[in-house]
């Protein structure tokens, strides 16, 4: 990172979505980040992404991501990128104790355990999970293994090359939107992050991704449900979504089939884990703003529900950051991957 700025320090983040690609710069000033850019733009022209990708899917991105890049500006020379959740592996082994070195290559052997494909087509890294001094009594340690196909790395390696920008590092998406909402805040959440085809569900335990699950479901099925409901357009749907209307109660309740999914889903990851006191169920993405969405999900899990609010790490200014803050939610994984950067030089 020789070549940054002494006196400022400066981190990109870009998230390619399904519909659309999303970056935030920040400023780091005296050991705070700074939001100091932000940018948008859609990869499709429909409001919403369609069923399937035409083969020309890969060009409009590398076209996308030079148009907004263009626009924006950066002063940072190398972005963290995030590889959708869906397309890796995160999971928590028990080893025996013993130090780093002996621990890296059993991991090259138990990973196999875990890992459904070749070792030569994914790359691996792995962290000692901390203890508190009951767990550093017992025999064993957790050991966090996390797993991405190297052909996502080449892939979004092709994408930049043909911007002036270099990409520094790369992970899951679901690390990233943790980074930015959850923090090092102490006990057990569960995160749902919505995107336009799918939802993550994040199991959280002091701040470390214990569980990360996919579901193929999110945003398009939720507008789906409403066309279906309302006998209305796509395009009227997708207004009304964006509405203060709630359509959870009252004379225009829905019935949200794809949502209860998600709730069920929710319910096995924490009985899978045993996790019986959870601090809150944590709300992210573009449908998370669904007026009456977290009172729905408090009455389907029986959980504490709220919002995410992936701005609480980090400073702005509110008369000079558009409309930021409204569309926070959406930025949650472009704020998280600059702030890996911020991470990185506190170390």
Known sequence: M????????????????????KAVEL??????PHLFNYGFVNVTNAKEVPDAYDKDHAQRLEDALSQMLSQMKPQAKTATVAIPSFNGLVTIVDFPRMNEKDIANAIQFESRKYIPASLDEVNVSWEILKEDEKE?????????????????VKYYDNLFKGVNISIDSLELESFSIVRSVIGNTQGRFVLVD????TTNIVLIEDGVVCVNRSVDIGGYDITSAMMQSLNITRERAIALKESDEN?????????FPSLNYVANEIKRVLSAQKSDKIEALVLCGGASKLVGLPEYFKQLTGLNVTTGNPLSHILYDEQNSGNMKALSGEFAVALGLALRGVEEIKK
């Open 194 to 197: 919505f995107g336009a085809k």
């Open 2 to 21: 020789g070549f940054f700025s002494s006196h400022s320090e400066y981190f990109l983040g870009v998230d390619f979505g399904m519909q659309s690609i």
């Open 27 to 32: 400023k780091v000033i005296k050991g705070k």
């Open 136 to 152: 550093a009594k017992k025999p064993t340690m957790r050991v966090l293994l996390v797993a991405a196909p190297k052909s996502e």
């Open 247 to 255: 359509f959870f109660t009252g004379v225009t309740k829905i019935g």
